[in-house]
T-cell receptor, first 112, second 108 residues
């Protein structure tokens, strides 16, 4: 079965600092990968998705970017964080053979 | 109009009660439907898929009404451990669209 690893689990960053969140997947190959953000008390907002190495689609224009350097690695980055970037960032993967998402444990970001 | 809408709640119910949530969707071409459960400060986890004929998993029953474009989740004999946020998920095409979630609080 698929396992999704995300790190760091929690981080506090100052405004204007860079960001790198990592996600790796085990137990599957050539997965569709997703980055979601959930603001406090809100629903999930799809940020990026990737169907393969180097293939990134952005759903929402913002100061974040994503990269997929390897088949099972998905990275979310920012050069300069904004206060509004605070939230719970979730990496997700399509379960093989089914239209179901499996989520990692998430990275909770607070921008001060 | 949002693609997927849910009453945010919270629904406060006593243990043993029956509670139902609805979720409406706007895209009539949606093909797949799911309920996810999210505990506080945790990731969402699949609770159950929703099939056209309706389906049951223990105390949980999910139903789909294509004509009115909504899905429902019924929880019977509520437990304290059912307290969570329940997310409705709809798939118009290849992308999953999440509702904002309905918060359930089961009280002793």
């Amino acid at each position: 079965s698929q396992t999704i690893h995300q790190w760091p689990a929690t981080l506090v960053q100052p405004v204007g600092s860079p960001l790198s969140l990592e996600c790796t997947v085990e137990g599957t190959s050539n997965p569709n990968l997703y980055w979601y953000r959930q603001a406090a008390g809100r629903g999930l907002q799809l940020l990026f998705y990737s169907v393969g190495i180097g293939q990134i689609s952005s759903e929402v224009p913002q100061n974040l970017s994503a990269s997929r350097p390897q088949d099972r690695q998905f990275i979310l980055s920012s050069k300069k964080l904004l206060l509004s970037d605070s939230g719970f960032y979730l990496c997700a993967c399509h379960r093989a053979g089914a239209n179901v998402l499996t989520f990692g444990a998430g990275s909770r970001l607070t921008v001060l | 109009r949002k693609e997927v809408e849910q009453d945010p709640g919270p629904f406060n119910v006593p243990e043993g009660a029956t509670v139902a949530f609805n979720c409406t969707y706007s895209n009539s071409a949606s093909q797949s439907f799911f309920w996810y459960r999210q505990d506080c400060r945790k990731e969402p986890k699949l609770l159950m898929s929703v099939y056209s004929s309706g389906n049951e998993d223990g105390r949980f029953t999910a139903q789909l009404n294509r004509a009115s474009q909504y899905i429902s989740l019924l929880i019977r004999d509520s437990k304290l451990s059912d307290s969570a946020t329940y997310l409705c998920v709809v798939t118009p095409g290849n992308m999953l669209t999440f509702g904002g979630g309905t918060r359930l609080m089961v009280k002793p």
